[in-house]
């Protein structure tokens, strides 16, 4: 008798735990195969570390193939599922395509950017779900101070260091904590004009920081922030992005070359392909994470509405805790499937949340007792070296060295930003001119996961593209960058798409899963809907990077954090 065939879509926080329990309770009886873009776990809490240059990228990623011990892992991102033959159909990372067969299947495809209808925001903003969107928000970050500097007009000088991250939830909070103390401590070393420092705003429609926290812990959060200089805004956000800064909706046009989006996720587009029930664009899912009417599938993490038993009517939110917890439950009951064991409803219990807010603060509330300042730091940092599944002497070490060491305030241009656009189906890679593209994107303002007028307010209107002046079709490469026998670099490269089309018209490949770039406008804030001129002999490397495979991103375990983030803010 053949051994059973188990297809894991997804390795963030869900797909990860239930490899990662299969693997020890089938002991070899079973086949497991995990699909996933990289080659490793993104430990996404930590993930503002990264780009605030406290921790090295590699500190938060931890090796697929060295943890999962018995599981086959596949690179590539799944571009169709048909559950009557039971295959999954991928693309791999040199576009070649692919067919699993399985006799059990686990989907946990978790989340992307969550792209509201206003003007502007896809093409000038920047999201924070994957590694290479925070080695490129270091980068500019540190470029924008370093070119401040230098800078001989007060009003290019005060643009570049104004620094507008939208949603005040977990995500944007701690951005917005840890960004403040990245950029003082830059300019310490280099210091700007005499009447002119970094300036963070962060912007929410909620009436507090941290909404979805205990008002002890929101007010903590605001104390902190406030404290640094961070102006914080809630009831105000962006009503429209243009080049050179953001219309806010009170009315107040902030001149800046930094627009940060962490107002929200949706569930992969992968989930709305396969023609199953959905709530708000989530699989429907029973109390066992099955899919009615399909025994042999499950669904958890981001990407599955899981019933919330302790909450009748509702479901359980999209954080990596219930990820984390979701995977172990899925393990247990596939595992049950094929007689070892009972198969168990799933459950859980809120022990509390940890939010970092950079140097020593934090705020916390452990088993429901609020702590803050020192304590919640100590806790903070201590329950994530807890939870992390690998890398945890790495991380110790780091957080030693930035202690008592200064931080390295380089540019390692390894991520451009037309490379990490901010409306991706993965998130957790980058684009690069050439690399074969799968699966199309959803548009952002259709299907279950988008936005409706109730979320963004009256008077907005669809995503659009702003009026530039001059933005002439010859003019979409950006001016700064080399070009080829007199033709930008970007325009060899989409001359050599469309030749690589036309090939693939007359000989068809398999299945796309997102389009190729398009360009970068002159000036300003980046956009996005091109690829950046690259010299001819040089083009950036793939760069690898929930909320999962891309996951939730936030801490999984017994203290509660949300990686997932409403409209409004994180849910």
Known sequence: MSRPRIVIVGAGFAGYRTAKELSREARGKADITLLNPTDYFLYL??????????????????????????VRLVLGEADGIDMDTRTVHYTDPEGDGGTLSYDRLVLAVGSVNKLLPIPGVAE?????????????LRD???????????????????ARCTFVVVGAGYTGTEVAAHGQLYTDAQVRGHPLREDIRPRWILLDVADRVLPELDEHLS???????????????????????????????????????????????RPDPLVESTGQPLERG???????????????????????????????????????????????????????SFGDGERRPYRHKDLGFVVDLGGAKAAANPLHIPL????????????????????????????????????????LGLVRSWSVPLESSSPELARVPGRPEARQETDARSGPGAATEEETGPGRRPTERPAVPGDTAAEQTDPREPTIAGASAGEAVIAEAKAREAAERKNPGPTRRRPAPAGNRPGGLPARNQPAPEPAQQQPAPEPTENSGGESGKAPGPVKRTDADSAEGDS
């Open 45 to 70: 809490p930590l993930l503002p570390q990264v780009a605030a240059g406290i921790l090295e990228p590699r500190r938060v990623t931890v090796s697929l193939s060295g943890t999962l011990p018995r």
């Open 124 to 136: 000038y903003a920047h999201g924070f779900r994957g590694l290479p969107e925070a080695l490129y």
């Open 140 to 158: 500019h970050v540190t470029r924008q101070v370093e070119l401040a500097a230098a800078a001989d007009d007060h009003k290019n000088c005060q």
């Open 219 to 265: 007010t903590t959060a605001d104390h902190t922030l406030r404290e640094r200089g961070v102006e914080v805004r809630m009831g105000t956000s962006v009503k429209e992005a243009t080049p050179n800064g953001v219309l806010l909706t009170d009315g107040e046009f902030v001149e800046t070359r930094t627009l940060v989006w962490c107002v929200g996720v």
């Open 282 to 336: 989530r699989l429907v899912v029973d109390p066992y994470l099955q899919l009615p009417g399909r025994p042999e599938v499950f669904a958890c993490g981001d990407a599955a509405a899981v019933p919330d038993l302790d909450n009748p009517g509702g479901f359980t939110p999209m954080t990596a805790q219930h990820a984390w917890r979701h995977g172990k439950t899925v393990a247990r009951n596939i595992a049950a």
């Open 372 to 411: 803050s300042g020192f304590a919640a730091g100590a806790v903070t940092r201590g329950y994530h070296l807890a939870a992390m599944p690998g890398n945890r002497v790495r991380v110790a070490a780091d957080w030693l060295l930035d202690a008592v060491l200064p931080r390295q305030a380089v540019q």
